[in-house]
């Protein structure tokens, strides 16, 4: 896929290129990042594990405000390094099931309905959202979509790093679940310097 890039940030309705990006939260389900890396955290492999894992989600859950107000990329690097340690084979296995026991039953079924007909019709879409490659991936193939941005895992010898590869997708504004439910999130183009990629894993970009 070639390399699809925007100055644009915002989350009107618009396309470019032929290409529609759809923004998954906030349009499909509301869900917070906190929850679906706490998914990942507390079901790590070992006993032992879970229960450090979780006393590291419990302070990033107290840290989190304040590390939001000084910035939102910041927050969301420091929430995903409780990751660290786990693997990609587990990631991918975990990912596979939180979106088809969490999020699949809380999709709104207008905008649901509405991007199933936009890609009926023929458009090209890449959806896009904050949580990590292992949940869209497996949405995307669900939608059957052009491609998918997300946040992405450093790893080293199939381990996570805790670190977010370059560049980071952060949450939605302080005041979007305002909005939430009232308009379908589809907008010119991706974050600033960030590639689409296709669904499957051979796919994904550097």
Do not use: C
């Not at 499909?28 to 079901?43: D, K, M, P, Q």
């Not at 910041?74 to 995903?80: G, P």
């Not at 895992?153 to 980071?168: H, I, N, Y």
Request: glycine letters at 10%; aromatic letters at 10%; proline letters at 5%.
């Amino acid at each position: 896929m070639p390399d699809l890039s925007s100055k644009s940030d915002s989350s009107v309705v618009n396309r470019v290129s032929g290409v529609t990006y759809w923004r998954v939260e906030g349009s499909l389900f509301e869900i917070s990042a906190l929850r679906s890396v706490g998914f990942f955290n507390w079901n790590s492999q070992s006993f032992l594990e879970r229960w450090v894992r979780r006393g590291g989600m419990l302070g990033l859950a107290l840290l989190r405000p304040p590390y939001y107000l000084i910035s939102r990329t910041f927050a969301t690097r420091a929430l995903h390094s409780v990751l660290r340690g786990i693997t990609r084979d587990r990631l991918d296995l975990l990912g596979e099931e939180y979106f088809q026991y969490e999020l699949k039953p809380r999709m709104r079924r207008e905008a649901t309905e509405k991007l199933v007909e936009v890609i009926r019709s023929g458009e090209r879409v890449v959806l896009v959202g904050q949580m990590l490659e292992h949940i869209l991936r497996p949405m995307a193939e669900f939608f059957a979509t052009e491609g998918f941005l997300a946040n992405r895992l450093e790893f080293r010898d199939g381990v996570a790093t805790g670190r977010l590869q370059k560049p980071v997708i952060r949450p939605r504004g302080p005041f979007a679940w305002l909005a939430s439910g009232s308009q379908i999130a589809r907008f010119r183009g991706p974050p600033s310097g960030i590639r689409a990629v296709g669904r499957k894993p051979q796919g994904m970009g550097g």
